[in-house]
């Protein structure tokens, strides 16, 4: 990757930010704590300018060894990003986005415990259809990454009763999807 020149480090203070533009894409890079963090200015939630809001401690819960809890406090270590359009926050050491990561953990509790209704049904079409836009156009505008992040994360079974349930609800037969992908070369 092209190195890109942002600042003399001398000229950066901690606690501080600058929005470079590389290409058409703009970074919004971060200076904590003596180390640099970069990521895209995009937000997830409706593209606003993610790195120009405010810097904020995590907000964690304490839970004691017999699982009751001691409240909320900041956290000494996790800082997060927030986008000032809507509040969506993302952390600053990984870039992940935490809301994203709360609901995903929220759900998995529920199918441990065997609860499979965490969201309903229309919850989940919702949740389900901004998934299927968001990775079509993060993939279509180059970012090659697969939608699982590892071959385990979800079983043989699970992804062939999705898939199959998402070609039906679209209307869509398999031999189409073959079609496309050779059309496509994907
Ligand atoms: S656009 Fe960032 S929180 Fe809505």
Known sequence: ?????????????????????????????????GEYYAYSNFCLHQGGPACEGLTIAKVEERIMPDKTSRGLYFSDTELHFVCPWHGMEYDMKTGECVAAIGLATEIERGLREGRFDTLTP??????????????????????????LADRNSVSPTEIMTTTSALLKSANLAVFELGMWQSWTGR
Do not use: N, W
């Open 1 to 33: 990757m092209a190195e890109q020149f942002v600042g003399k480090a001398s000229e950066i203070k901690d606690g501080e930010r600058r929005i470079v533009f590389v290409g058409e894409h703009e970074i919004g890079v971060f200076k904590e704590k």
């Open 122 to 147: 229309q919850a989940f079409q919702v949740l389900m259809a901004a998934l299927c836009k968001t990775y079509a156009a993060q993939s279509e505008g180059g970012e090659g990454f697969m939608p």
